[in-house]
């Protein structure tokens, strides 16, 4: 009897520390988007700017305390999206391509060194990404195409693209794992060839997983910051080109954060577009849960 009441006093007390656990992460998640609103609310409810102005506009000129400017952030979201959407075709053919490599055409090779060097390269901090793209990638740009500078979109997105690379990779190679061996086996027995077997069975299984890779690696790709700011050439203007400089949200308010005054316009238009930030993550969160909902219930 009283080993039945320690185990039922072990499992309620076990069951209280997870749910207190779960329930703080909930209230942490939504104390930050309420404080990145209520920081972020200040550009339109104290300095009166439109919230049509801040996403439209592309004149990004806001000032210092006692003054008015200007803070339209249409250049940091195009910018945004631009070198997402590179990095993503970019690197995801690739990781595609090694992820069949390690679920189905070398498994052995893929266990034994591809895993361990995508894991490397998950390993290896933002800053030396952006370092080796400053003083590698950024001068081969430029003396490949006979710039003065190599700061562009196209050096941003290469390094992107590397970044997000074993994201994507790891996501869908584990998707493709998953695919029952009897559905392969039956698809040789129908007379399939390997890729046959791949295209038609491995790929359609891990479908929705290999979307949530992708969006994963996009989303990732949205929030980099710092690599990002070391190789854009952080102009406020719209790009011309994959060769043309530009800006991103989260350069922007890496490099302007520290230099601005608490309270004044331009500390509460960086506030502004770090809740932008947020919510765009949080877009990305309800596709990936919208696309994993879609595979339960197929």
């Not at 941003?156 to 061996?181: C, E, K, N, R, W």
Request: net charge positive; aromatic share 10%.
């Amino acid at each position: 009897m009283e080993s039945k009441l320690r185990k039922l006093k072990t499992e309620y007390l076990g069951r209280t520390i997870v749910t207190v656990f779960g329930i703080s992460i909930i209230v942490l998640t939504l104390a930050i988007l309420a404080f990145l609103g209520y920081k972020g609310g200040a550009t339109f409810l104290t300095h009166g700017h439109s919230l049509a102005s801040f996403l439209f506009s592309s004149k990004w000129d806001p000032a210092q305390a006692g003054q008015v400017g200007t803070v339209g952030s249409a250049v940091f979201i195009v910018g945004t999206l631009e070198v997402a959407a590179l990095a993503l075709l970019i690197a995801a053919p690739f990781s595609l391509a090694v992820a069949i490599v390690i679920s189905d055409l070398a498994p052995r090779v893929g266990r034994r060194f591809l895993r361990p060097v995508i894991e490397v390269f998950v390993g290896i901090p933002s800053v030396v990404y952006g370092w080796l793209g400053l003083t590698v990638l950024v001068p081969l740009v430029a003396r490949i195409f006979h710039l003065p500078f190599g700061f562009s979109v196209l050096s941003a997105g290469l390094v992107l693209a590397v970044m997000i690379f074993p994201t994507i990779t790891s996501v869908a190679a584990d998707a493709l794992q998953a695919t029952p061996p009897e559905s392969k086996e039956a698809s040789y027995a129908l007379g399939s060839t390997r890729w046959q077997m791949i295209r038609r069975v491995a790929l359609r299984y891990g479908r929705t997983g290999i979307l949530t890779g992708i969006v994963l690696g996009l989303a990732r790709a949205c929030g980099e910051a710092l690599a990002v700011a070391m190789v854009i050439g952080q102009s406020n203007s719209f790009a011309h080109g994959l060769l043309s400089p530009t800006n991103t949200i989260t350069a922007v308010i890496t490099s302007s954060m520290g230099n601005t005054v608490n309270g004044s316009e331009y500390n509460d238009a960086l506030w502004s577009l770090a809740f932008l930030l947020l919510l765009i993550s949080l877009v990305f969160i309800v596709v990936i849960r919208f696309i994993g909902r879609q595979r339960e219930d197929s």
